[in-house]
């Protein structure tokens, strides 16, 4: 079934986002002058912000608010910033019920300092609402520039099926769960820009451009947090924005091939940078006491030469978290009851105690998951030869169709759980430190 995209604004990036969408949907794009709806219509293009640039035969305009509005199964708002409250107000009387509203708008309103997506709550209650933003050039859009962008939403199952509604050959959308950060980043760096900018103005050189866009970086991403945003939101969609998008999607894909039903939860910490603090302890423990889970599992911390610092921290962090949610004096601005696992298992011990059978579906759902992680074949799976055909489900491929490299990774895992189940006087197993919960 086709959704209805809706978008109000024809300047020059709700237009090129209403182009986008078009090619997938039908769509109708919104204009307050009855003469740009028109020429859209009849010449394909918009000559007020994109001459020159030739637009969808399917893209429609409009200059009918009440028709645009209520044909939408989603609503796009396209207008600047200090229109937003008023054009929410005049879409409010015709938008139907729990459709969602993305903003496309970068800033905050004057006075109040609130966020385009805190307007829409405010005067669209009970509608889904999210963002799309990023490092996005209207006209090298149009012009077929390769491009990327992200819409956030606070549920990640909605941005996921409108994810597809704008991506395109050429433009790729990506989808994250920090609706906060994802805003305050597009608003903020226009600080750093205007930073750079003078700084080239005033004749400085590539280091200080380097130490005002690094620093500039880094201060906007504090206050960020600060506001409710995620650290690695703030790195944007160029090298580290999309590097988490990726890693956020295969953790996702790796919690379905185990079968979790449940929502996959991200901390927001940066590769290589992850810490046993105190705010991280919190944010865990909160997580802890909110899904209460029977088991909790972890790397053990007291592995002998573990390397990888991650690895160390996450192990101490998942032990020290289960305390503090255990008990009540801990972090009671949670406002949740507190929580004690029955069990704590800590993988990868040297002193394994405990064994878990498990049977050849446990066995194929383990591959599935690690091969999730395609980000990590090389560095970690030692899978060098299936970039470009992907990794088949196991047990899909016929004898020699598996790549070698693919195929030892698998019986590397089968051996593990052999091994395992030597052990445990079972066909497979996988092993564990269990640590006591009452200790």
Known sequence: ???????????????????????????????????????????????????????????????????????????????????????????????????????????????????????????????????????????EILAGHAAAS????????????????????????????????????????????????????????????????????????????????QTMTFAGLAGMGDLVATRQAEAR?????????????????????????????SELARVIRDLQPDVLLGHDPWKRYRLHPDHRAAGFLTCDALVAARDPHFFPEHGLAPHRPAALLLFEADEPDHAEPAEERHLAARIAALESHRSQYESTMFITDQAATGVDTPGSAEGGAVPPSVAAFRAEQRAALEEAGRWAGAPLAERFHLVPTDR
């Open 150 to 229: 992200v819409i956030a939403m606070d549920d990640d199952n909605i941005a996921r099926a409108l994810q597809g509604l704008f991506q395109g050959e050429l433009f790729r959308v990506y989808t994250n769960e920090d609706v906060v950060g994802s805003e305050l980043g597009g608003v903020l760096k226009n600080v750093i820009a205007i930073a750079a900018g003078m700084a080239d103005g005033l004749g400085a050189g590539d280091n200080t451009r380097a130490a005002v866009i690094t620093r500039g970086l880094a201060e906007i991403s504090r206050l960020g947090v600060a506001m409710g945003g």
């Open 1 to 139: 079934m086709d959704i209805g995209v809706s978008v109000i604004g024809a300047g020059s990036w709700g237009t090129t986002v209403a182009a986008l969408a078009s090619r997938n949907t039908p769509t109708l794009l919104w204009s307050r002058r009855a003469s740009l709806a028109e020429q859209i219509d009849r010449d394909h293009e918009n000559g007020d912000y994109l001459a020159g640039f030739r637009l969808p035969s399917q893209l429609r305009a409009t200059a009918d608010l009440e028709q645009a509005v209520r044909s939408a199964d989603l609503l796009v708002m396209g207008v600047p910033s200090h229109g937003f409250r008023s054009a929410l107000e005049a879409v409010r009387p015709y938008l139907r019920p729990w459709v969602p509203v993305i903003s496309l708008s970068k800033g905050l309103e004057v006075g109040t300092r609130l966020r385009m997506s805190q307007l829409v709550e405010e005067i669209l209650p009970g509608h889904p609402v999210g963002v799309l933003t990023g490092p996005n050039l209207a006209k």
């Open 253 to 281: 894909a790796a919690a379905q091939a185990l079968g979790a039903r449940g929502p996959v939860v991200f901390l927001g910490r940066v590769d290589g940078e992850l810490e046993n603090d105190r705010p991280t302890r």
